[in-house]
């Protein structure tokens, strides 16, 4: 019997960066991009990017717990962003960009909020992660699926996408997929 998959909904600025370094992890099944934390119903990329959605770029993964667990999910995410910058992450500036965790049960937001706290004490400036629970998440448009992948060579993914893939692989390298 196959294991039961869970699912984390986490952003941390652009969507294509956060998936094309999640998606590496062993034990990820899946990274979709999308939208979530916001008050429009169904948005399009242009109408979050506009920052009057309330959304966040984010991905959903899904994984198995028993190769990878939540709280290490959670350790490669913060390691792609910096969780002290408030609505910006690198060029990308908007509160659709902000560091935020998403949760999909009270288990996940007790190892969140914990993780959060423990990570404050790390950084000489305030952690402003939002934690909270996934109410609804939209499914991006297909051309921002797999987006690095499909545009490796885009400015955009070779200055900023690729070195957190980077930093993926080096940190976990021992719970990266062959």
Same mark, same amino acid.
């Given at each position: 019997?196959?294991?039961?998959?869970?699912?984390?909904?986490?952003?941390?600025?652009?969507?294509?960066?956060?998936?094309?370094?999640?998606?590496?992890?062993?034990?990820?099944?899946?990274?979709?991009?999308?939208?979530?934390?916001?008050? %429009? $119903?169904?948005?399009?990329?242009?109408?979050?990017?506009?920052?009057?959605?309330?959304?966040?770029?984010?991905?959903?993964?899904?994984?198995?717990?028993?190769? =990878? +667990?939540?709280?290490?999910?959670?350790? +490669?995410?913060?390691?792609?962003?910096?969780?002290?910058?408030?609505?910006?992450?690198?060029?990308?500036?908007?509160?659709?960009?902000?560091? =935020?965790?998403?949760?999909?049960?009270?288990?996940?937001?007790?190892?969140?909020?914990?993780?959060?706290?423990?990570? %404050?004490?790390?950084? %000489?400036? %305030?952690?402003?992660?939002? =934690?909270?629970?996934?109410?609804?998440?939209?499914?991006?448009?297909?051309?921002?699926? $797999?987006?690095?992948?499909?545009?490796?060579?885009? +400015?955009?993914?070779?200055?900023?996408?690729?070195?957190?893939?980077?930093?993926?692989?080096?940190?976990?390298?021992?719970?990266?997929?062959?």
């Amino acid at each position: 019997m196959p294991n039961q998959l869970e699912t984390a909904t986490v952003g941390g600025g652009c969507f294509w960066c956060t998936e094309a370094a999640l998606e590496q992890l062993a034990g990820v099944e899946s990274v979709t991009s999308g939208y979530a934390g916001g008050h %429009d $119903d169904d948005p399009s990329y242009r109408e979050v990017c506009s920052g009057n959605t309330g959304h966040a770029e984010v991905v959903q993964v899904e994984f198995d717990p028993d190769v =990878i +667990a939540y709280d290490k999910l959670l350790e +490669a995410f913060f390691e792609v962003h910096d969780p002290t910058q408030l609505n910006r992450q690198g060029p990308d500036v908007g509160s659709q960009y902000r560091s =935020i965790v998403l949760t999909h049960d009270d288990e996940q937001a007790e190892v969140a909020k914990a993780y959060v706290d423990a990570l %404050d004490e790390e950084y %000489d400036d %305030d952690v402003v992660t939002e =934690i909270e629970p996934l109410e609804t998440f939209y499914r991006a448009e297909e051309h921002h699926q $797999d987006y690095f992948a499909k545009n490796p060579n885009d +400015a955009y993914c070779t200055f900023h996408a690729k070195p957190k893939m980077e930093k993926v692989r080096e940190k976990f390298e021992a719970n990266v997929a062959k």
